[in-house]
């Protein structure tokens, strides 16, 4: 294949603007913001899963609460229509006033020990809403955080696309200097060798490769037209023949 060695120049115009493409993509793909804002995602996540679960918590010992003082006032109502009768005299029985006292006594133990669970589940009721209350603290904190990150991640990403349309622009420019076969074959080589389908020849090494040509190759470069694209025999990228190339 034969060029221009104007053509061939720019090909390292254009093989710089394609790496500087490929590490932009990479930035933008390896943020550290977007490791955080998934960790985030997955705390916010954890932490509405979990105000979800506290939350039922309290509702069920609402309703074990309201379970619960109900029995207390339903032993308490019994209590106090069994005093009104033994006040009232109405029972005069020796037997039937001791039944009736005892029962009093009775439902009163029953009135204590129930009021003692009443108290029991409050306790764990406040103890459970103390918990909604801390989760969605720490909710409002995580939300905080991922939305600073995310604010970041998009000015990071932002300056990245600005960054890359420019270059994208100039690499368009570029590419119209390169003839359309050698442009095609310089695509086909980055496809295969990692992004770089073009290296300088510099001081009698590879740029593509890092490795110094023999003293053969290197007299078959010099005796090769100027139009003549050359071939790294180590790697098989186009190699550019520049005035530091040690020829």
Excluded: W
């Excluded at 979800?52 to 339903?74: C, I, M, N, P, Y």
């Excluded at 995310?150 to 420019?166: K, L």
């Excluded at 590879?206 to 139009?227: M, S």
Aim: include cysteine; charged fraction near 35%; hydrophobic fraction near 35%.
């Amino acid at each position: 294949m034969k060029a221009a060695p104007q053509a061939q120049q720019r090909l390292i115009d254009l093989q710089d603007l394609d790496s500087t493409l490929d590490r932009l993509a990479h930035r933008r793909r390896t943020l550290p913001e977007l490791a955080e804002v998934e960790r985030l995602q997955d705390r916010l996540t954890e932490l509405r899963d979990a105000i979800v679960a506290a939350e039922t918590e309290v509702g069920d010992l609402d309703r074990e609460q309201r379970k619960a003082e109900q029995d207390v006032d339903q032993v308490r109502a019994r209590a106090d229509r069994d005093q009104k009768r033994l006040d009232s005299g109405q029972v005069t029985s020796a037997k039937d006033l001791s039944g009736l006292q005892a029962e009093i006594a009775s439902l009163q133990r029953r009135q204590s020990d129930l009021e003692e669970v009443v108290l029991e589940i409050m306790e764990r009721r406040e103890e459970a809403e103390g918990k909604v209350a801390a989760l969605k603290a720490d909710r409002a904190a995580a939300q905080e955080e991922h939305d600073a990150v995310v604010a970041r991640r998009d000015a990071a990403q932002q300056g990245i696309d600005e960054e890359s349309g420019t270059t994208s622009a100039a690499r368009t420019a570029v590419s119209k200097d390169v003839p359309e076969d050698l442009l095609g074959l310089y695509e086909k080589l980055r496809g295969q060798f990692g992004g770089v389908g073009a290296a300088k020849l510099y001081r009698g090494a590879c740029q593509g490769c890092h490795l110094a040509l023999n003293t053969v190759d290197l007299n078959r470069i010099r005796a090769a037209a100027e139009d003549e694209v050359i071939r790294c025999e180590e790697c098989r990228r186009i190699l550019v023949r520049t005035p530091e190339s040690g020829l």
